[in-house]
């Protein structure tokens, strides 16, 4: 009898515990759905319809078809956004790691995601990659758009990003993304193999950096609102989406 009071006692502090781990399990929701939006676990192959209220974790993969947009709400504290034909594996969600922080980490497998993300604090991390770059956010609006072929592009609408084609190393010197002159008319050298180096930009409000499938800078510098790129009805629809949040 005194066995078996002491197994049901066990048994209920191991239901109780357990329950606790699972509602303290960060998630995602997704707030808004349109067109084909799917999500399924990363290591299995079915995909289930990913409408409104849908909930997501650590471990997820969610994707976008022709024709569809996604939102999701990370904890009532980030929201990323997928454009049609976009593929993006949720990593970590507000994960514990060995120094007691918090992170996050998402990476773009392909097509483009617009991100507004809350300001970090220190002991907090957010990282979205590409599988050419990885980006370190500290409370920005950005865009990183991946392109078939990995050309990646990182726009940032406020705050700053750090980004590096090398994200495991550590020791690598922060440059700021700066303007320089374009340099006269010049004989080219005919072709030959270089090597990519390794960098780390901090990209601020209203730049841009732009690189290929092997990491190395196409592009980097200032944009406006007034570019063509700039007036699509995914950016405007963005825009209005921010806008909305911000009055809320």
């Known amino acids: 009898m005194k066995r078996a009071v002491v197994i049901l006692l066990l048994l209920t502090a191991f239901s109780f515990t357990f329950g606790q781990e699972v509602q303290e399990e960060k998630k995602g929701i997704v707030t808004y759905s349109d067109g084909q939006v799917r ?3 990363v290591e299995t ?3 289930t319809p990913a409408i409104v209220n849908t909930e997501v974790f650590s471990g997820d993969q969610m994707r976008t078809y022709r024709q ?3 939102e999701l709400d990370l904890e009532k504290l980030d929201i990323i956004r997928l454009a049609p034909q976009t593929i993006i594996d949720i990593l970590k969600l507000y994960e514990e790691t060995e120094e007691k922080k918090l992170k996050t980490q ?7 995601i617009w991100a507004k993300v ?4 220190m002991d907090t991390e957010f990282d979205i990659s590409a599988p050419v770059a990885a980006a370190a956010i500290t409370g920005t609006v950005l865009r990183l758009k991946v392109q078939e072929d990995t050309t990646t592009q990182l726009k940032v609408y406020s705050g700053e990003v750090k980004i590096t084609n090398a994200p495991e190393k550590t020791s690598l010197k922060a440059k700021s993304l700066v303007v320089h002159e374009v340099p006269g008319p010049h004989e080219i ?15 601020k409000s209203m730049q841009q950096i732009t690189f290929d499938k092997k990491g190395k800078v196409l592009s980097k510098g200032v944009f406006t609102s007034q570019d063509d790129d700039e007036k699509s009805d995914w950016i405007l629809w963005n825009q209005k989406r921010d806008k909305a949040l911000k009055s809320q």
């Open 189 to 203: 050298p005919g072709p030959r193999e270089v090597s990519v180096k390794e960098w780390l930009y901090i990209v």
């Open 39 to 41: 999500k399924k676990k």
């Open 68 to 70: 569809s947009r996604a």
């Open 45 to 47: 192959s079915i995909w």
């Open 118 to 121: 809350h300001k970090i604090k």
């Open 106 to 112: 998402i990476k773009l497998e392909q097509g483009e």
